[in-house]
C-alpha cells in the first residue's frame, strides 16, 4: 500500500503532467480517455483527483496559478529594492503565462469556471503591482504618483498581452512584452527621472 507521500507525490506528478498537457493543447476538445491516454495513467486514477473533466480541469488551472504565484514571489523576495521588485514581479509573470499556447488561453476564456479563476488572479496581480509601486512611492524611488491608476495601467495592459492580443498587435511573446511593461512603467514613475537626474 503506498505511504502518504507517495500519494501526494504522485498527486502532484499527475496535476503536473496535465498542466502541461492543457497548456500545450487547449482542453475543450479533450475527454477523460483522451487525458489518461495521454497520462498514461487510468481514468479512475484521474477521478481520484476530481469527479469531472471539468473539476479536473479548474483544478488543475487552480494548480497552475498557485504554483505561478509561488514563482513569482520568490522572484520578488529576492529583490532589493522596489524597482527591482516591480520589474522582477512583470518579468516573471510573464516567465510563467509563457508556455500557455492559444488554444490554452482561448479554452479557458471560454470556460467560465476557469476564467473566473483567471479575472481573480489578474485583479490579485493588480493590487499586489499596486502595493509595491506605493512601497516605491514611500521609500522615495518612485515619484509620487497615483499607486491605484499606476496599477491599473499596468493591469490593462498585462490582460491584454494574456489574451494575447499583444502579440497579435506587435508579434512581441508574452515574456518579451512583459519586461518591455516593467521597463516602461518604471521609468515613468522613477522619481531620479523626475529630478532631471
Known amino acids: 500500500m503506498p505511504t502518504q507521500g507517495f500519494a501526494t507525490r504522485r498527486r502532484a506528478a499527475l496535476f503536473d503532467a496535465l498542466l502541461e498537457l492543457i497548456l ?8 477523460i480517455g483522451s487525458i489518461a491516454a495521454e497520462l498514461r495513467c487510468s481514468k479512475s486514477t484521474l477521478y481520484t483527483l476530481a469527479a469531472s473533466k471539468e473539476q479536473l480541469v479548474t483544478a ?28 522582477a514581479y512583470l518579468v516573471a509573470v510573464g516567465e510563467a503565462l509563457a508556455p500557455a499556447s492559444e ?12 476564467r473566473a479563476l483567471y479575472e481573480r488572479n489578474t485583479a490579485a496581480a493588480s493590487s499586489r503591482v499596486q502595493a509595491l509601486i506605493a512601497d ?19 493591469s490593462s495592459m498585462m490582460s491584454r498581452i494574456q489574451r494575447r492580443e499583444v502579440w497579435a ?14 521597463s516602461i512603467l518604471t521609468a515613468g514613475i522613477d522619481a531620479g527621472a523626475a529630478r532631471g537626474a
Open 24 to 31: 500545450r493543447e487547449g482542453f475543450a476538445h479533450l475527454s
Open 60 to 87: 488543475t488551472v487552480t494548480h497552475f496559478f498557485r504554483t505561478a504565484t509561488e514563482q513569482v514571489e520568490a522572484r520578488v523576495a529576492a529583490s532589493s529594492s522596489p524597482r527591482e521588485r516591480v520589474v
Open 103 to 114: 488554444a490554452f488561453m482561448r479554452d479557458l476564456d471560454a470556460f467560465e469556471p476557469a
Open 136 to 154: 516605491g512611492v514611500a521609500a522615495g524611488e518612485f515619484r509620487n504618483v497615483d499607486a491605484a491608476f499606476a496599477a491599473d495601467l499596468a
Open 169 to 182: 498587435a506587435t508579434g512581441l511573446d508574452d515574456a518579451v512584452a512583459y519586461r518591455q511593461l516593467a
